[in-house]
Every structure is written in C-alpha cells, then in structure tokens.
C-alpha cells in the first residue's frame, strides 16, 4: 500500500519548485475554464496525480480543496452580475452536495470504467443537438413552471452531485448542459447557476476526504489562490461577453471531453488486449 503523503507537508517529495509553478498555472487554467463553462477539473486532477508520491485520493481531495475556492468564487462574480435565479439554484445544490458525499463515499465500490461509454455517448448526443441547433441556449426560455420545474433541477442536481463525487471531471459541463438543455436557461445563465452547483458538489466531496486525513492542505490553500484569480479572470470574460461566447467555449470543452473518453477506452481495450 502506497504511503500517505503527509497533510501539512509545505511540498510532497519530490516536488520541487518547477511542479510547483506548473500546479499553479494548471490552478489557475481550471478556475478560469470552470468559471466560464465548466470542464477545469481536465486540466488540475491530471497534474495533481502526476505529483511523486501522491496517491489518487489525496489528488481527488486537494483538487476539490482548491476547486472550493474557485467556484465560491465565481459564484459571488455571476451572482452580482447575473442575478441567477437562486429559487432553482440553492436546492439544486442542496441536493448535489448530499449526492456528491454519496458518491465519494462509494467510489471505490463501483467500476467507474462502466460508466466511460454511457457518458460519451450523452456528450456526442448534446454536442450535436447544441451544433446543429444554434438557437439552443441563446435566450433563457423555460420549459417547465413550477413543481416539474423544480423536480427535474433536483433530479439534474442529484444524478451529477454523485458523479462529481464519484468520478468528478466535466462536471461543470454537465451541469450547463442540464440547465440549458433540460431546463431551458441561456448558457450565460446556466452557468452561473452551475457555479453554485458545483461549488456545492466540491464542498460536499471534500467533506468527506477531510476525516480521511486525504487533503494536502498547503498544497491546495496554494491552488486555490490560484484558482481564484483565474474564477475572477474567467467569470467577468463571460459576463462580459455573454451566452454566445459561452456557447461556443462549451462546444469547445464537450469535444474535448469525448476525445478525451475515447482515448480512456482505445487504451482501456488495448490495455486488457
């Protein structure tokens, strides 16, 4: 069994200063992808676990540490700007916070590779409907009213609360594609409810790591300085340029999503070949 490594370490061993600027700049490039659309945890869950020593747990822990600091942050940034409609956002997270300590805490029964296909079978299915529909999440258009309104935002918050806390990456964009795509907010407003979500689903997982002793907490009070600065880089870019610019970003990071799947299954396939 591999060692932990130590909570309140300043750096792991064997990470020197250079991964330590790296990490950063990957805090930052997720705060400032999450703020926008979604999609952050691509780039800083896979630099944490290239760090020696560190095992997949404590990479899950001090990446939803630093992920806190920067959803919290564009939250308040959308929230002042935007105005999200809170009636749908807080008990969505209240229900995605709950899940998301459900998944973390049966992550390690489920074969998560099971899931690998479903989940980008959906991506393909909404990159398309969003490419080919461009209307799709231009204006906020609600579908529902009232109780079925509320209800399928539970059930979107639940079902991506437990993946954020069992599997976690794309989160951001999943939630975006629910509240655009279920619901039928514009993406400028779907993401700023998202933050709320998400921020919510990190704090929920991450409550769970802390008993575990799994938080690296220098190293992820670092990132999520970093993670901050670029929420606030990211969230005032979308403000300012509004649903089409994040339409387009989010196409950008659903492909990135599926290629980035498909090439956890070719090498899954051939792995096993």
């Not at 069992?166 to 400028?188: E, N």
């Given at each position: 069994?591999?060692?932990?490594?130590?909570?309140?370490?300043?750096?792991?061993?064997?990470?020197?200063?250079?991964?330590?600027?790296?990490?950063?700049?990957?805090?930052?490039?997720?705060?400032?992808?999450?703020?926008?659309?979604?999609?952050?945890?691509?780039?800083?869950?896979?630099?944490?676990?290239?760090?020696?020593?560190?095992?997949?747990?404590?990479?899950?822990?001090?990446?939803?540490?630093?992920?806190?600091?920067?959803?919290?942050?564009?939250?308040?940034?959308?929230?002042?700007?935007?105005?999200?409609?809170?009636?749908?956002?807080?008990?969505?997270?209240?229900?995605?916070?709950?899940?998301?300590?459900?998944?973390?805490?049966?992550?390690?029964?489920?074969?998560?590779?099971?899931?690998?296909?479903?989940?980008?079978?959906?991506?393909?299915?909404?990159?398309?409907?969003?490419?080919?529909?461009?209307?799709l999440g231009a204006v906020t258009k609600l579908k529902y009213r009232g109780v079925k309104h509320v209800f399928l935002a539970l059930a979107a918050g639940a079902a991506i609360g437990f993946y954020d806390g069992m599997i976690g990456p794309g989160t951001g964009t999943f939630l975006v594609i629910a509240l655009v795509g279920l619901l039928g907010y514009d993406f400028l407003m779907a993401s700023a409810q998202a933050k709320i979500v998400n921020f919510a689903t990190n704090l929920g997982a991450l409550l769970l790591f802390i008993p575990l002793g799994a938080v690296l907490w220098p190293l992820g009070l670092i990132m999520g300085a970093a993670n901050i600065a670029g929420s606030l880089l990211g969230s005032r870019m979308a403000i300012k340029r509004g649903a089409k610019f994040v339409r387009v970003l989010f196409l950008i990071i659903v492909a990135a999503l599926i290629v980035k799947l498909g090439f956890d299954l070719w090498r899954d396939a051939n792995g096993a070949a």
């Amino acid at each position: 069994m591999t060692e932990l490594v130590a909570p309140f370490a300043l750096l792991p061993e064997g990470l020197g200063w250079g991964g330590l600027l790296l990490l950063v700049l990957a805090a930052f490039s997720a705060g400032w992808l999450d703020a926008v659309v979604g999609g952050g945890g691509m780039l800083q869950l896979p630099a944490l676990l290239l760090v020696p020593g560190m095992t997949p747990v404590q990479a899950l822990a001090t990446n939803k540490l630093a992920s806190v600091f920067g959803t919290a942050t564009s939250s308040i940034s959308y929230y002042r700007s935007v105005r999200p409609s809170l009636r749908t956002a807080l008990p969505m997270a209240a229900v995605a916070l709950l899940a998301a300590v459900g998944g973390a805490s049966v992550a390690a029964l489920l074969p998560v590779e099971v899931f690998t296909p479903i989940i980008m079978v959906a991506l393909v299915v909404v990159a398309l409907i969003t490419l080919f529909k461009p209307a799709l999440g231009a204006v906020t258009k609600l579908k529902y009213r009232g109780v079925k309104h509320v209800f399928l935002a539970l059930a979107a918050g639940a079902a991506i609360g437990f993946y954020d806390g069992m599997i976690g990456p794309g989160t951001g964009t999943f939630l975006v594609i629910a509240l655009v795509g279920l619901l039928g907010y514009d993406f400028l407003m779907a993401s700023a409810q998202a933050k709320i979500v998400n921020f919510a689903t990190n704090l929920g997982a991450l409550l769970l790591f802390i008993p575990l002793g799994a938080v690296l907490w220098p190293l992820g009070l670092i990132m999520g300085a970093a993670n901050i600065a670029g929420s606030l880089l990211g969230s005032r870019m979308a403000i300012k340029r509004g649903a089409k610019f994040v339409r387009v970003l989010f196409l950008i990071i659903v492909a990135a999503l599926i290629v980035k799947l498909g090439f956890d299954l070719w090498r899954d396939a051939n792995g096993a070949a």
